[in-house]
């Protein structure tokens, strides 16, 4: 499986960037080392698709490994939220600078990619920003540029509506949609002349558009004040420059289901 090969380097580069805010590593205050510091670590396992587009189930386990400044904690924070930097919060608003990892992608993660090119391993940079229109919703956008795994820009819009049950448990839900240009949708369903003779699928020139749409939601335990444990679910449904390849109408499926758990804890410790 050509993620599992890059989690040790997906788990340095997440331990380098972490969640942090702009004024807590101003080397004034602290130097760059000194201060007050948060380490979290866990693992999440799930069942997804074996590729964007599948139509079997696999599944991934993965670290989660966050490294940042300690300060105060977001409002919410879902697991579809990258890697980011919030260099303007009010409260109320945040918003900076973001990151994803792409573990790439090839005929070995399964058989309907054989023939078809390897999308390598890479990730995606930009911008995110996010609202809280209420005491108990978060609107949280994020555009991307693609790097080495894509080309493409890549913008995802959601939607949570959270509330805490109890002291410890909170629900949330809400709906989610992504766009893509025609160059990330090349990468994972397009299909060149070359591609077409040896995968046997007929060629395919996609073009932007809507990538997906759908709805996630999360059960999350806060089990002590320093251990979190989260019951995770999603469905996203492929719009047409996605459903309309030949990867997914002859070999998966436009919909797309995601299923698991995940435990962290965290670590606070203090740097001289």
Known sequence: MSSMKHLLAAAAVLATLGHARADDINPERFGWFSGDWSLTVGASGFLAPDYDGSDELEFRAVPILSLGRAGPAARFVSRNDNISFALIDQGRFRAGPTGKLIFGRDAGDSADLAGLDEVRFGGELGVFAELYPLDWMRVRGEVRHGIRSHDGIVADLAIDAFA??????????????????????????GISPAESGAS?????????GIKSAGVGGAITWQTTDRIATSLFGEYERLADPAADSPLVRERGSPDQFTFGLSATYRFDFTVP
């Open 164 to 189: 805490d049950v109890t002291e410890t448990v909170r629900v949330s839900a809400g709906p989610r949609l992504s766009y893509a240009t025609d160059r990330y949708f090349d990468a994972f369903y």
């Open 200 to 208: 046997g699928l007929a060629a395919y020139d996609p073009g932007s």
